[in-house]
C-alpha cells in the first residue's frame, strides 16, 4: 500500500515540477525511480541534514483508519523546523494545527496531498515557533511530566 501510494504522489508531483525523495529501511523494490528517489538507509545523526534541506516532510497511512501509533516522524520533522503534510489517521494529527507547520488531509487522496506538499514548500512558514512549540510540549520529559503527575495522583508522593 505505501509504495504505492508513494509512486503515485511521486507522479503527481512530477507533473507539479517537484522529485519525491525517501530514505530509510524497507522493501522498496516497487519504488518507481522515475518519480521517487531513494537514498538508502540514512543514520538517525545524518537523517538531520536531510530534514534542514528539504522542502517538505511527508507522512503517508497504511489506510483510512485511526491508527493505534503516532508517527513519530512527524515530531522530528517538526525538530527540524520541516513543514509536512500528512495523510489522516494519526494520534497525533493535530500536531499540523498547533505548531503550525503543516496539512493534514484525508487519507487516500494523493491529489489533495501532491497539492498541499507544492503549497507548503511554498508558503512562508514560522519554522522558529514550531521548533518552540515541539520542544516546549513534545519532548521526551514533557511527556513524563504527564505520567508523573498521573502516578503522584492517584499514589502519592
Known amino acids: 500500500v505505501l509504495v504505492g501510494k508513494l509512486n503515485l504522489l511521486g507522479r ?14 524497507g522493501d522498496v523494490s516497487r519504488l ?8 538508502g538507509i540514512i543514520p538517525y545523526e ?8 528539504a522542502d517538505v516532510g511527508i507522512v503517508v497511512s ?5 491508527h493505534n501509533n503516532e508517527s513519530t516522524k512527524i515530531y522530528h520533522y517538526l525538530r527540524a ?15 499540523a494545527r498547533e505548531s503550525n507547520l503543516g496539512f493534514v488531509v484525508e487519507s487516500g487522496n494523493m491529489e489533495l496531498m501532491a497539492e498541499k506538499i507544492v503549497e507548503a514548500a511554498g508558503k ?8 518552540d512549540y515541539i520542544l516546549n510540549h513534545h ?3 514533557k511527556r513524563v511530566e504527564v505520567y508523573d503527575k498521573l502516578i503522584r495522583q492517584h499514589f502519592g508522593g
Open 62 to 66: 497504511a489506510g483510512p483508519f485511526m
Open 12 to 25: 503527481m508531483l512530477a507533473e507539479r515540477g517537484v522529485r519525491l525523495y525517501m530514505f530509510g529501511p
Open 81 to 95: 523546523g520541516l513543514p509536512y503534510v500528512s495523510e489522516g489517521g494519526f494520534p497525533n494529527d493535530y500536531l
Open 124 to 131: 512562508d512558514w514560522n519554522r522558529a515557533q514550531a521548533v
Open 46 to 53: 545524518a537523517s538531520w541534514d536531510y530534514f534542514h534541506h
Open 139 to 141: 519532548t521526551w520529559d
Open 32 to 39: 518507481d525511480s522515475r518519480y521517487v528517489t531513494y537514498k
